[in-house]
Nanobody, 120 residues
Framework: VQLQASGGGLVQAGGSLRLSCTAS????????MGWYRQAPGKQRELVSS???????NYADSVKGRFTISRDNAVKTVYLQMNSLKPEDTAVYYC???????????????WGQGTQVTVSS
């Protein structure tokens, strides 16, 4: 199982970026998919998550600016980031709770991380 993230980059404050993360491999089912971020010198924190039935959760710092969505048919989760601030600068990681074919429990998988840099 692999998670491939893309969409990071450099943007000015107030700008927008859209992150994508696609899961591939021997996947029977995906439960929660989400995005975390880690800024230099800080712990990794949850940004947003989405369950398989569309329930969503956001960190207070991104509410009203970021929107998570997912397309279960293509095993992809997106993060639309608007009104970006310099404090949003971090490496963003996607995460998914995946049940593999032949497995009995969901396991947590991480993408490789994509850098988001917001200049002031």
């Amino acid at each position: 199982v692999q998670l491939q993230a893309s969409g990071g980059g450099l943007v000015q404050a107030g700008g927008s970026l859209r992150l994508s993360c696609t899961a591939s491999g021997s996947i029977r089912s995906i439960n929660v998919m989400g995005w975390y971020r880690q800024a230099p010198g800080k712990q990794r924190e949850l940004v947003s998550s989405s369950t398989s039935v569309g329930s969503t959760n956001y960190a207070d710092s991104v509410k009203g600016r970021f929107t998570i969505s997912r397309d279960n048919a293509v095993k992809t989760v997106y993060l639309q980031m608007n009104s970006l601030k310099p404090e949003d600068t971090a490496v963003y990681y996607c995460n998914a709770q995946i049940l593999q074919f032949g497995g009995t429990t969901y396991s947590s998988y991480w993408g490789q991380g994509t850098q988001v840099t917001v200049s002031s």
